[in-house]
């Protein structure tokens, strides 16, 4: 089994800026760091500046950083909830179709995604890890041990609640725009 700490460390000493992210596309686990911890209002961070832990089945494809929406990442929705205001972010369905996913999983709008985008290269560092097995124990341990912030489930997150209210307003927000649509 995968060492936990050793993964942290690792993340630790090989964060990088998204454009240098290397292209694995393998299975892994992966982390995202405050590079100015002051920058994200009403979020403490706990271990040196660790803001989210996931994984993938590709990590190339999971770069959060170069997505163009927030409905397909849960950390881009929590971050442009928390910054709905400061990049002046509306929400909308994440698509046309009549599902209801498509307002639960907002998004920020072309012009406000592309504000975000810069928002986290300019304040947010990766690294990733690959692994051959055991991908989904080690993130929840890794989350477990480590309580980064932004990670809403597998630790008993004290601003869980705070960040849930925040991505309610837009997914209200989204849910005038899906409605508007039918």
């Known amino acids: 089994m995968t060492d936990i700490r050793t993964v942290f460390q690792f993340f630790f000493e090989n964060r990088l800026c998204s454009d240098d992210l290397p292209m694995h596309m393998d299975n892994g686990v992966y982390a995202i760091f405050v590079e100015t911890p002051q920058c994200l209002p009403n979020v403490v961070l706990q271990q040196k500046e660790l803001l989210y832990i996931g994984r993938s089945d590709n990590l190339a494809g999971r770069n959060h950083f170069k997505m163009k929406s927030s409905g397909f990442s849960s950390p881009r929705r929590s971050l442009g909830a928390i910054l709905k205001s400061e990049l002046k972010l509306n929400a909308e369905p994440r698509s046309t179709g009549r599902s209801p996913s498509n307002y639960k999983n907002y998004c920020f709008g072309s012009e406000g995604e592309t504000r975000l985008s810069k928002w986290m290269r300019q304040n947010l560092k990766c690294a990733i890890y690959p692994l051959d097995s055991d991908v989904q ?12 912030p932004l990670n809403l489930t597998n630790w008993r997150n004290p601003k869980k609640k705070m960040i849930q209210n925040l991505r309610t307003v837009c997914k209200e927000e989204a849910k005038i725009v899906w409605q508007a649509r039918l």
Request: no cysteine.
């Open 137 to 148: 124990v080690i993130e929840k341990r890794l989350i477990k041990e480590y309580e980064p």
